[in-house]
Structures are given as structure tokens and as C-alpha cells.
């Protein structure tokens, strides 16, 4: 379903097509109550064709295949000649940077005070807004929602965090932004401060 080649998910079209859109085309996500193993996300994604779709996407496909866990591909290795597969190499290059201190995702929570790495299931919003996207995210430590403006590639790629984003100096209540066009309306209408997203794990 993610494709960690492409930083993209595949849904489908109610207009007959699969798409891959990448997670800057989300714009709501919710975990559904009950199930639990694995969870599983609602989605609402931008679509190519000018709509918004719904969509439901597994917690470890959402999470973590961009660490390329679930990739059956190879690739011809021109040291050994042979094939390998991708996902051994793609899993080792991620926990060789995560051992480094780097994190896929990260925000700053208002709250606290301070950056935290995070996973996309803590997004709860994403709007576009000119050049930036303005991302609601509930912090996976104090369970708070702050609002971030980012940078599209801070959402798309993983382990390419903006050094410094844009923080909303309020705490969210996630009920609160649950309808996406509100969300949009608060992101006309606030300020943000910038602050540094230098994570210290
Ligand atoms: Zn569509
Ligand atoms: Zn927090």
C-alpha cells in the first residue's frame, strides 16, 4: 500500500482509478474506534481528480512502511551479483539514522515546549496553504494538539525535517479540529511563532 520508493500510498478513485498520493495530500486522519490489531486509520485524501475521497489505511502501513518493511522488491547487487531485497537494504539505512538521533517526523509541541519525533498516525490535520502546510498534531508524550507550518517535503519525505517551522501559540483540543474546512478557516486567522526543530533524543 506505501510504496517507500515513491513516498506514496495507493487508494482508490470512486471514479474507477487507483492513485498514489503522497501524506501531504491527507487531510484528516482518525483512528477507528474498536479495531485494535491492527488498528486502522479513516483517512480523507486529496485526490488527482479535483475530490476528496475517504480511505482506510493499516496503523503499521501508515507508521511504518516507509521504514520499507513491507517492500517485496529486489535490486541487482553489483558488488555481488545477485539480487537483494530492497527492503533489507531500505530497513537498514532508516535504523542506521534513526541510531544517529534522526527521526522520520517530528513536531513542536506548544505544550511542552520543545520538538518530538512522532509518526504520521499523530497527525490529525493537514491543509495546504500557499507554500506551506499547516499541520494539526497531537504529541505522542502529553496526548496535546499543536498546529505547525511546514514545508511540503517535511511531510512527504521521511527524515527530512524542516530545521525551523512555524508554531501556533495555543493548544488544540482535537475535537476542536475535527472538520478540516474550520481547520483551514484558524489557519487564515492565527500567527505563528518559529521555532527551531532540533530534536535532542
Ligand atoms: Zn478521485
Ligand atoms: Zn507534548
Do not use: N
Given at each position: 500500500m506505501y510504496d517507500p520508493l515513491t513516498s506514496t500510498y495507493a487508494f482508490s478513485c470512486p471514479h474507477g482509478r487507483g492513485v498514489r498520493v503522497p501524506?501531504?495530500?491527507?487531510?484528516t486522519l482518525d483512528r477507528l474506534p474498536g479495531a485494535a490489531h491492527p488498528a486502522v486509520y479513516r483517512i480523507s485524501f486529496a485526490c488527482g481528480c479535483g475530490g476528496e475521497h475517504p480511505g482506510l489505511i493499516a496503523h503499521d502501513d501508515l507508521d511504518w512502511a516507509h521504514l520499507g518493511t513491507t517492500i517485496d522488491r529486489t535490486f541487482r547487487n553489483l558488488m555481488t551479483a545477485r539480487d537483494d531485497p530492497i527492503a533489507t537494504e531500505l530497513v537498514e539505512v532508516s535504523a542506521g539514522r534513526i541510531r544517529a538521533g534522526e527521526w522520520p517526523w517530528s513536531f513542536f509541541c506548544f505544550l511542552e515546549g520543545r520538538p518530538r519525533p512522532v509518526t504520521p498516525s499523530a497527525f490529525a490535520l493537514i491543509a495546504p496553504g500557499g507554500r506551506a502546510f499547516g499541520v494539526a498534531v497531537q504529541c505522542p508524550v502529553c496526548s496535546s494538539v499543536s498546529v505547525n507550518l511546514v514545508t511540503r517535503e517535511h511531510v512527504d519525505i521521511p527524515f527530512r525535517n524542516d530545521a525551523r517551522v512555524g508554531v501556533v501559540a495555543h493548544v488544540f483540543e482535537r475535537d476542536a479540529l475535527r472538520v478540516a474546512t474550520d481547520f483551514r478557516a484558524e489557519l487564515d486567522s492565527v500567527t505563528f511563532d518559529e521555532r527551531r526543530l532540533d530534536l535532542e533524543l
Open positions: 501524506l501531504s495530500a491527507f487531510r
